[in-house]
């Protein structure tokens, strides 16, 4: 048997969180949270409260994080002294999820009564509560003035949602999910990254032109190459604008997402916003051609096969290149080269028509890679003639090598390579 690896994830690596679960049935929830921070290469200190223990077991948290998980028979151990003062220190980031009505009034407080409480008193890393509680207590102004305290102290609270809660009421209550939960502690723990107050915008997915009210001609692309562009840039601390083709993936957390059908209507948004970007990461599948007229009704089978004309589409890059020409920004302008055959002549030939700083070329017709698939093997040559061929990788992998070039040619720094 083999042991499956795990899947790093650079701005999670080797950060110190400190996970508060309260008493709520969420609780098992903490246990997924827990895991996934693990494997993304965290080290995971869990604190339970009394009543968290009684849903989950510490040894649940320790199996998961491969670290001791403490409760409050620690507080009155050996250690007690120093053992609160020793996990707050150091933390890179408090999490409290799920985050009880009760423990919310304790930390809206500064009452300390048990490790966590005590413990998130003396930390002064940043704090980010996930609130959980059954039918009416979110809603109670008691609840409400507490979060606005605490959000007024800087605290990030990120949820609740709407659903079905124990009780079997439905309503605001429920913890956020996750996944949704991961994407909040990557954004704050991204503040201080290299591209803290830079702009990025990155589009992603195929543009779809219509034939008719129903029929659209469109392209293979996924936007999951673009999407994790997305998520590298605001793992770097950036500013995130993702204008995006119809995709079935969800955007990443912190992600000002502009969705866009056409060409025309990404190359509206694209200009638009790039007016103050310092970063355009141009991966989408923009359209070349489209119906010069899409038939106004949906087309009949029995009034025989239609013939198109077809008339091209704005070519996007160009278009921000011309912008760029005048008002100086985009400073950065990453363009991609989707090739089938001779790859580095014709990404070459782009990088220069296109006036890029960077062009990312992959080979469709390599197996595992392009289209769809979850890797890409690409080769990124820069405006100075730099040739960087990267090996088969996923494309969370690719986006931050792309990241790490980018963050160099816009901070003047030299790129010693990955
Ligand atoms: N692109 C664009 N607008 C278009 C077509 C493409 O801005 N109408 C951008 C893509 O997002 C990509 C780069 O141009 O960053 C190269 O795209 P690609 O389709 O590989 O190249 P084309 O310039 O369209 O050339 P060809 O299709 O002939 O290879």
Not at 158 to 176: I, Y
Not at 261 to 283: G, N, P, S
Not at 311 to 340: C, I, K, M, N, W
């Amino acid at each position: 048997m083999s042991k499956t690896s795990a899947t790093p994830i650079p701005v999670l690596q080797d950060r110190r969180i400190l996970l508060g679960v309260t008493g709520s049935v969420a609780a098992y929830k903490a246990a997924e949270l827990a895991s996934r921070l693990t494997q993304a290469g965290a080290q995971v200190d869990v604190i339970l409260t009394r009543a968290a223990a009684r849903f989950m077991a510490p040894l649940t948290f320790q199996s998961l994080t491969g670290r001791r998980a403490y409760t409050d028979e620690d507080l009155w151990g050996a250690e007690a002294h120093v053992l609160h003062i020793g996990l707050a220190e150091g933390a890179d980031l408090l999490v409290i999820a799920p985050a009880t009505a009760n423990t919310l009034a304790k930390l809206a407080h500064g009452l300390a009564q048990d490790l966590l409480s005590i413990t998130a008193l003396a930390a002064r890393c940043p704090l980010l509560v996930a609130p959980a509680m059954d039918g009416g207590m979110y809603e109670n102004p008691a609840t409400q003035a507490n979060l606005q305290t605490l959000r007024e102290r800087g605290v990030i609270s990120v949820g609740p949602v709407e659903g079905r809660m124990a009780s079997g009421l439905a309503g605001l209550g429920r913890m956020a999910e996750p996944t949704e939960l991961l994407g909040h502690i990557r954004l704050t723990l991204a503040r201080s990254g290299p591209l803290a107050g830079r702009r990025v915008v990155v589009t992603a997915g195929g543009t779809q032109e219509p034939l008719d009210p129903v029929r659209v001609l469109a392209n293979r692309s996924s936007g999951k190459q673009g999407y994790a562009l997305a998520q590298a840039a605001l793992d770097r601390g950036a500013a995130v604008t993702l204008i995006s083709g119809p995709t079935a993936l969800r955007p990443p957390v912190g992600a000002q997402v502009v969705q866009v059908k056409t060409a025309a209507e990404m190359a509206r948004a694209v200009l638009e916003v790039c007016r103050k970007a310092d970063v355009l990461l141009m991966a989408a599948a923009v359209a070349d051609f489209r119906p010069a007229q899409a038939a106004p009704q949906k087309l009949k089978r029995r009034q025989g096969i239609p013939a198109f004309h077809l008339e091209p589409t704005e070519d996007v890059l160009a278009l921000v290149t011309e912008a760029r020409q005048q008002g100086g920004f985009p400073r950065v302008l990453v363009g991609f080269a989707a090739e089938s055959q001779d790859l580095l002549n014709n990404a070459r030939a782009k990088l220069e028509e296109k006036g890029l700083d960077l062009i990312v070329a992959n080979d469709i017709s390599a197996p595992e890679s392009g289209f769809a698939s979850d890797s890409n093997r690409v080769t990124i040559i820069d405006a100075q003639g730099g040739v960087e061929e990267l090996p088969l990788m996923p494309k969370t992998q690719v986006a931050e090598r792309v990241l790490d070039r980018v963050t160099a040619v816009l901070t003047g720094t030299a790129y010693e390579g990955a």
